[in-house]
Nanobody
Framework: QVQLVESGGGLVQPGGSLRLSCAASSNIISFHTMGWYRQAPGKPRELVTTISSGGNTYYALSVEDRFTISRDNAKNMVYLQMNNLKPEDTAVYYC??????????????WGQGTQVTVSS
């Protein structure tokens, strides 16, 4: 069973930046598409961005040009650089490997997530 641990969240003012990290317990990052999800208060979990094993990326329109996903296969790590943060980015952020049939679901158990709060 793959374990995923997110870290790097915190409180930041609008316009600020954060870098999130996702540590996987195996080398799944080297072989499978990985993604970041977020769940804001009162809203369902949504897929924010993905990166394939070949390095192709996808971004939701709400974060495109502000967020950057990357991976380090040797360290089994996935990162999310978040710039120009907005209050609507406030959410708990999770990483997982999206299911091919339904990207709203992950292949592995969800980790604890990391809280990102954007507020003045």
């Amino acid at each position: 069973q793959v374990q995923l641990v997110e870290s790097g969240g915190g409180l930041v003012q609008p316009g600020g930046s954060l870098r999130l990290s996702c540590a996987a317990s195996s080398n799944i990052i080297s072989f499978h598409t990985m993604g970041w999800y977020r769940q804001a208060p009162g809203k369902p979990r949504e897929l924010v961005t993905t990166i394939s094993s070949g390095g192709n990326t996808y971004y939701a329109l709400s974060v495109e040009d502000r967020f950057t996903i990357s991976r380090d296969n040797a360290k089994n790590m996935v990162y999310l650089q978040m710039n120009n943060l907005k209050p609507e980015d406030t959410a708990v952020y999770y990483c997982n490997a999206p299911r091919v049939d339904n990207h709203d679901y992950g292949r592995h158990p969800w980790g604890q997530g990391t809280q990102v709060t954007v507020s003045s």
